[in-house]
């Protein structure tokens, strides 16, 4: 079955010490995204790429970096997690943007970050 | 700045009721709306999208636009305990990839 994956699925880390969550997805989707989801909040956009088009949000901190090496992956690199950055960072997939249909995202399963 | 306002809940709804779930945005130009399940440390599901005013229904969901009012509702029919689970609104303008979330209703179904 077509869909999105990420791993790990749970992350412990320590404070400093750098971190990366990758994501793959076999629907062949153009747009990949990464949100963080905090306890009882709505998911927050960090980044997009539409194809090779990296978009940063323009409230993402420094702290968090992504790539995309090719249409199937993509990776959140968090270079020195604090307490704060533990949360659920979850990725989704879009087939495109600007089309009713293709514009409807697909979220993978989460990585579930612990900053200890 | 678009806002997607949910009553944050908790709802609570009889097992084999009707749970109406309502969510109103303030950006005329949203164009796509979406309603996402999300159970507690999962994430969140695609259940249903909606693109013009009026009903649209799958299987025992409808979703419901009413552009000029500026207001989207989930109805989830013959409700299941199963369907316990934060209900995410969620809209998009046409040709911006950013979805705006509102921030979920909680439902619980009560056998």
Known sequence: ?116 | QKEVEQNSGPLSVPEGAIASLNCTYSDRVSQSFFWYRQYSGKSPELIMSIYSNGDKEDGRFTAQLNKASQYVSLLIRDSQPSDSATYLCAVIDFGNEKLTFGTGTRLTIIP
């Not at chain 1, 869909?3 to 750098?18: A, E, L």
């Not at chain 1, 793959?24 to 989707?29: E, G, K, R, V, Y």
């Not at chain 1, 194809?51 to 959140?76: G, H, I, V, Y």
Request: with cysteine; aromatic share 12%; glycine share 6%.
């Open chain 1, 1 to 116: 079955d077509a869909m999105v994956i990420q791993n790990p699925r749970y992350q412990v880390t320590q404070f400093g010490k750098p971190v990366t969550l990758s994501c793959s997805q076999t629907l062949n989707h153009n747009v990949m995204y990464w949100y963080q989801q905090k306890s009882s909040q709505a998911p927050k956009l960090l980044f997009h790429y539409y194809d090779k088009d990296f978009n940063n949000e323009a409230d993402t901190p420094d702290n968090f970096q992504s790539r995309r090496p090719n249409t199937s992956f993509c990776f959140l690199d968090i270079r020195s997690p604090g307490l704060g950055d533990a949360a659920m960072y979850l990725c989704a997939t879009s087939r495109d943007i600007g089309d009713r249909r293709g514009n409807e995202q697909f979220f993978g399963p989460g990585t579930r970050l612990t900053v200890l």
